[in-house]
T-cell receptor, first 113, second 113 residues
């Protein structure tokens, strides 16, 4: 089975801090994604990556950046955390070919105080 | 562009009753369609997917969905609800490159004993 692991289940940070969320997958998937999930809004795509060192903006990239130095690891960075970035963050991965579904981690619930 | 509309943010059914969760999609190209389930404090798990071929798709836990192109719908059904089905359900469409997926806003299913 595909395993997508997010480094923290719960995280509390302060306004203005630089925050790193880590995600690792063990199935050699080319594509990786970061979403945020908010009540009533579903999942919204922040950034995705289709290869090492490659990244593309999603629908809501403002205030975020990403890093993919190794194929299995995709990091989400909040450059200067703000209270409106309090949310559930979900990482996913999938193969590059065909119509394969995305595989998700368990999520990181981030609170910015 | 692609989009997904899930009708009803909350649905309540009695245990043993039919479950019907509605999803309509919009896509400029033939879509791939997915249903995911999310249990509290967990990531999303794939229930079923439609790619090509048979329009009635069977998934895990007794769920199924029917792709109706003329109605642009992909409704999720289960003949008899169990208490364990209480969760949030997301419909999703893939119709672009890099396996990007657009999610609906979700439907929370409550099962009443």
């Amino acid at each position: 089975d595909v395993k997508v692991t997010q480094s923290s289940r719960y995280l509390v940070k302060r306004t203005g801090e630089k925050v790193f969320l880590e995600c690792v997958q063990d199935m050699d998937h080319e594509n990786m994604f970061w979403y945020r999930q908010d009540p009533g809004l579903g999942l919204r795509l922040i950034y995705f990556s289709y290869d090492v060192k490659m990244k593309e903006k999603g629908d809501i990239p403002e205030g975020y950046s990403v890093s993919r130095e190794k194929k299995e690891r995709f990091s989400l960075i909040l450059e200067s955390a703000s209270t409106n970035q309090t949310s559930m963050y979900l990482c996913a991965s999938t193969e590059s070919q065909g119509n394969q579904p995305q595989h998700f981690g368990d999520g990181t619930r981030l609170s910015i105080l | 562009a692609q989009s997904v509309t899930q009708l009803g943010s909350h649905v309540s059914v009695s245990e043993g009753a039919l479950v019907l969760l509605r999803c309509n999609y919009s896509s400029s190209v033939p879509p791939y369609l997915f249903w995911y389930v999310q249990y509290p404090n967990q990531g999303l798990q794939l229930l079923l997917k439609y790619t090509t071929g048979a329009t009635l798709v069977k998934g895990i836990n007794g769920f199924e969905a029917e792709f109706k192109k003329s109605e642009t719908s992909f409704h999720l059904t289960k003949p008899s609800a169990h208490m364990s089905d209480a969760a949030e359900y997301f419909c999703a469409v893939m119709a672009g490159g890099y396996q990007k997926v657009t999610f609906g806003t979700g439907t929370k299913l409550q099962v009443i004993p």
